[in-house]
């Protein structure tokens, strides 16, 4: 049992991959390109924000037929992938053309698609008894790499925009020879179902409909609401730009340094009391945050957001790591994160509504409402039962 709770090589190496990809694409989607558009192509911020958002929109959309041919597949699929957004990206260098580098960009997204969905599926199985302290090391992993690479780029550009893109081609090269490394293989016995059977198997799941599917769209949508107004913090007297910038990584932190204890915790308690726990948790705090114009004081909130969202993290994907077929499991993810990012889509343009027609702590504040409101809802609702009655 010892050897069994053990990472292996491969999950090592998977692992690595999932960092060094994000922090490469993070780095360049998020900090160089909006500089690098502007500054150096003459983009306007509207057409470099259109990029960006194609980007992103292809990864979403076709993650769950990506996690389909993952399975069947299994590491054609992920090299194919990575060789994709490789060429995606030395594209874009050698290109100016703004329709050329939104077509590069989406194809950059639907190469990317497959990376998370194989590392998740390998790493952190449904069938393995740790697997949610296994999904801390994967989600840390994630957030280390999503929040190292948009801070370390910012010392590369200094030396100038080519050298800075050069760099990131040659770490997604890097990415691209780790995974020729990896002995990633197709599901043993998957049987060949298509994706539109698939998507009707889970909408005719009760669990699915009653428990999860309002879940994964609140819960991103309640995170997504604060990103138009990520800096609204630096409006309170005595806190300058940098020490926003040092709340906002203290708090992706707080999350990394929780989540790999936060995961085993929930491998040990009911899901039931972790998840109202970190949903109830998460609300409190947050609401919290437009009440208090200290330093300090907002630090150690930034904090205990970290820490509530390391509880919910692990023990939502626990929860729907017991939905999704041992056989399927990378097109069981796809399918989820694809409407996880339904709500990833709708939370900035609420969130930026409200903002700019009422305040922006009234964006706060319905975030923290939505988190309350699944605390409650999973404190009441008797989804154990449901779990048990299903054998789950």
């Known amino acids: 049992m010892l050897n069994s709770n053990r990472l292996s090589r491969q999950d090592y190496a998977l692992i690595l991959l999932l960092f060094l990809t994000e922090l490469t694409r993070s780095a360049f989607f998020l900090t160089f390109w909006p500089l690098y558009a502007v500054n150096f192509l003459n983009f306007s911020v509207v057409n470099a924000g259109v990029v960006l958002s194609a980007h992103y929109f292809t990864e979403t959309l ?24 490789l060429l995606s990206l030395l594209g874009i260098y050698h290109q100016q053309a703004n329709w050329v580098i939104l077509v590069l960009a989406g194809l950059f997204g639907l190469g990317f698609a497959p990376v998370w969905l194989a590392v998740i599926s390998t790493v952190a199985p449904t069938d393995h008894p740790n697997r949610a302290a296994r999904m801390g090391v994967v989600f840390s992993a994630w957030l280390l790499g999503a929040g190292a690479g948009p801070v370390g780029i910012n010392f590369v550009i ?33 049987i060949r179902i298509s994706l539109p059977d698939q998507f009707k198997r889970l909408a005719t799941d009760p669990m699915v409909i009653k428990i999860l599917l309002p879940g994964m769209f609140l819960q991103t949508l309640a995170a997504s609401l604060l990103l138009p107004i990520l800096f609204i913090c630096h409006r309170h007297p005595g806190i300058n730009l940098p020490a926003v910038r040092f709340v906002i990584n203290g708090r992706g932190a707080a999350t990394v340094l929780f989540l790999v204890p936060m995961g085993k915790l929930v491998d040990r308690l009911p899901l039931k009391k972790v998840l109202t726990a970190g949903f109830l948790l998460s609300a409190l705090f947050l609401s919290l945050f437009p009440l208090t114009r200290e330093l300090p004081v907002i630090i150690t909130l930034v904090i205990l957001v970290g820490l509530s969202y390391a509880i919910v993290l692990p023990a939502w994907n626990s929860l729907l790591a017991r939905v999704i077929p041992a056989e399927h499991q ?53 989804f154990d039962q449901t779990l048990l009655n299903q054998g789950r």
């Open 62 to 85: 076709f993650k769950a037929a990506a996690g389909c041919q993952l399975d069947r597949r299994g590491k054609p699929v992920l090299l194919m992938g990575l060789s994709l957004s």
């Open 330 to 382: 990378a097109t069981g993810w796809g399918i989820f994160t694809t409407l996880e990012g339904l709500g990833i889509a709708t939370g900035p343009m609420l969130g930026g509504v409200i903002s700019g027609w009422l305040h922006p702590v009234g964006a706060i504040y319905l975030s923290a409402f939505i988190l309350a409101g699944m605390g409650f809802f999973y404190l009441f609702y008797p």
């Open 158 to 190: 200094s030396a100038g925009f080519r050298p800075a893109f050069q760099l990131l081609i040659v770490f997604w090269a890097l990415c691209l020879v780790i995974g020729l490394l990896i002995p990633l293989r197709a599901k043993t016995g998957c």
